[in-house]
């Protein structure tokens, strides 16, 4: 198991993520014993829920026995396949971590500064925060990574503790 393992598992998975709508942002294979692990992290525009981690689970599952049933075994004995989301815990770095998080609340370095803000837009440039009722546009150049704020008070509370 190397490399090229987690390449060709890439190039079977990447497109049926894509294709369901959601973002690969991360893919680990490592060496659990006589097993090997299959570690995929995805994420999508407003997050995901476990019904959409199942969902992608399935898909990735379909796909890998396709590959394999039709080009052979990925990697000798078994594996297993464990798909999640990256939770709140990851530090937005790349546009696309921004976009999916629009509406939420985070801290970030913008400058020399630490502010916390509200995210009302993201594009390929910068961020769009409203910081205190005031709406700034930084450029990423400009920004740190984010970090997500939780809210108790708001009523998408719950569902992220269903992520």
């Known amino acids: 198991m190397g490399e090229s393992t987690a390449v060709r598992i890439e ?23 006589r097993r090997s692990l299959v570690r995929v992290l995805v994420d ?3 997050g995901i829920n476990l019904d959409a981690v199942a969902e992608v689970s399935r898909l990735i599952s379909n796909a890998l026995d396709a590959e394999e049933e039709a080009h052979g075994a990925f990697v000798q004995g078994t594996y297993t396949l464990e798909v999640g989301s990256p939770g709140t815990e990851r530090p937005l770095t790349l546009p696309r971590h921004w976009r999916q998080k629009v509406g939420r609340l985070v801290e970030a370095r913008v400058g020399e500064d630490t502010v916390t803000g509200r995210i009302v837009e993201a594009d390929d440039r910068g961020v769009t ?3 205190s009722g005031e709406t ?8 740190g990574a984010g970090r997500i704020q939780l809210e108790f008070s708001r009523s998408d509370a719950a569902e992220d503790e269903k992520e």
């Open 11 to 33: 190039s079977v998975i990447a497109p049926v993520i894509a294709g369901a709508g959601y973002d690969l942002e991360e893919l680990k294979v490592s060496q659990a014993g």
């Open 129 to 131: 925060l409203d910081v």
């Open 44 to 46: 999508r525009q407003g």
């Open 136 to 143: 700034t546009t930084v450029p990423y150049g400009e920004l």
